[in-house]
């Protein structure tokens, strides 16, 4: 059975970073209504370790995540969210991407022609990262970049920087203090986080 996104894309005015996914876990693993609402799942406590130097920041509950922190976190910073799969069917009833078969991809144009200060896009995790290759190599060549680092593309106009950052997944087996270290040096290399050298 078909799965549509059950979210749009956040697009905070003035974003600079577009952080994209491959889509939410089933919801019954939901904590919130946003992006990365599974408990388990570490991108809060990524963010709250590095911005606010507190892995539990973003928590409003033991197991529950704060969907009003979150979303103004995002606002303030300029930080996008979203998904790189728009319809799916899930083969099985997990959130492991292994397992998912993407029927319709997202419209690059049109996400970013709503966020024209973007300058980059973070992929997290290979489902997400084949997904959108499949979708820039219709209007240019890329590099896909390594885990931790970046390449550089061109689209209507504009250079987008691509980086390729460790899943977020506690199925992803690093320390979240290794996972940190690797999303610090993309925030400190595009200017959104001051440098702690």
């Given at each position: 059975m078909r799965e549509v996104h059950p979210w749009g894309f956040f697009l905070p005015e003035q974003t600079k970073l577009l952080m994209l996914g491959s889509f939410p876990p089933p919801r019954a693993r939901w904590s919130m209504d946003f992006y990365y609402p599974n408990i388990q799942n570490d991108m809060w406590r990524i963010l709250g370790l590095?911005?606010?130097?507190?892995?539990?920041?973003?928590l409003e509950a033991p197991r529950r995540f704060s969907e009003a922190k979150c979303k103004e976190f995002c606002r303030e910073v300029g930080l996008a969210l979203g998904d790189t799969a728009m319809e799916?069917?899930?083969?099985?009833?997990?959130?492991?991407?292994?397992?998912?078969?993407?029927?319709?991809?997202?419209?690059?144009?049109a996400v970013l022609a709503q966020i024209p200060t973007c300058e980059a896009i973070s992929v997290t995790g290979q489902k997400a990262m084949d997904t959108l290759l499949s979708v820039i190599r219709t209007q240019t060549t890329v590099e896909e970049p390594s885990v931790g680092t970046h390449t550089s593309?061109?689209?209507?106009e504009?250079?987008?920087?691509?980086?390729?950052?460790?899943s977020s997944s506690r199925a992803?087996?690093?320390?979240?203090?290794?996972?940190?270290?690797v999303y610090q040096h993309m925030f400190e290399s595009i200017e959104m986080?001051?440098?702690k050298k």
């Open positions: 590095l911005f606010f130097s507190d892995k539990d920041y973003f799916v069917v899930r083969q099985r009833g997990n959130a492991s991407d292994k397992f998912l078969e993407v029927t319709r991809p997202l419209d690059l144009d593309f061109r689209w209507a504009r250079e987008i920087k691509l980086f390729r950052m460790p992803y087996p690093k320390p979240l203090s290794e996972k940190a270290a986080l001051p440098s």
